[in-house]
């Protein structure tokens, strides 16, 4: 089955610097990528994705980048902020058709951004 | 309102004592899915389901039971508890065509096992 291993567990920075999340992944079939940020206290909330066919995704201050090859794909933040300070949780799946159906999570990275 | 309801949101129990979490959502999403959160583990998938009367494994089934009745509900079956299953537990629900992506979570369940 897949395994999905997740760098690092924790994650400390300055608040305006960027932070960089890394996953890889071990079933070449898997072919959906979503990442998940989840706050103290909270349920994981989707915040970005991507899928085997694209190789890089942006959303204002977050990107995912995708190497297919290498079989890792990557979470980056940029322009950090308290705000961003979360457990972001990376996974994996392969999504037939128009759904997924088993999903592999990596292990979680705790991000604290410091003032 | 949008949402999936996890009842109970804490429980403590003994174990062997048999239990069920609950899981509904009013989003008339094909796919439900149960997870347990422990630390440095991260998010582990117990079962899954496609759609009424159809599940399937996660990564970590052994223990658990679920039933897909009816679509909005997805409850987790504790046969017979033991200490290793105290965990955060998060029932999610999508659906599978359109904006599938997204899964939304339930509020999450702390179950602990004495």
């Known amino acids: 089955g897949e395994n999905v291993e997740q760098h690092p567990s924790t994650l400390s920075v300055q608040e305006g610097d960027s932070a960089v999340i890394k996953c890889t992944y071990s079933?070449?079939?898997?072919?959906?990528f979503p990442w998940y940020k989840q706050e103290l206290g909270k349920r994981p909330q989707l915040i970005i994705d991507?899928?085997?066919?694209?190789g890089e995704k942006k959303d204002q201050r977050i990107a995912v980048t995708l190497n297919k090859t290498a079989k890792h794909f990557s979470l980056h933040i940029t322009e950090t902020q308290p705000e961003d300070s979360a457990v972001y949780f990376c996974a994996a799946t392969n999504a037939g058709g128009t759904s997924y159906g088993k999903l592999t999570f990596g292990q979680g990275t705790i991000l604290t951004v410091h003032p | 309102e949008a949402q999936v309801t996890q009842n109970p949101r804490y429980l403590i129990t003994v174990t062997g004592k048999k239990l069920t979490v609950t899981c509904s959502q009013n989003?008339?999403?094909?796919?439900m899915s149960w997870y347990r959160q422990d630390p440095g583990l991260g998010l582990r998938q117990i079962y899954y389901s496609m759609n009424v009367e159809v599940t399937d494994k996660g990564d970590v089934p052994e223990g658990y039971k679920v039933s897909r009745k009816e679509k909005r509900n997805f409850p987790l079956i504790l046969e017979s508890p033991s200490p290793n299953q105290t965990s955060l537990y998060f029932c999610?629900?999508?659906?599978?065509?359109?904006?599938?992506?997204?899964?939304?979570f339930g509020a999450g369940t702390r179950l602990s096992v004495l």
């Open positions: 991507i899928r085997s066919n694209v």
């Open positions: 989003m008339n999403h094909e796919y």
């Open positions: 079933d070449s079939a898997s072919n959906y």
């Open positions: 999610a629900s999508s659906l599978r065509t359109g904006e599938w992506r997204i899964q939304y």
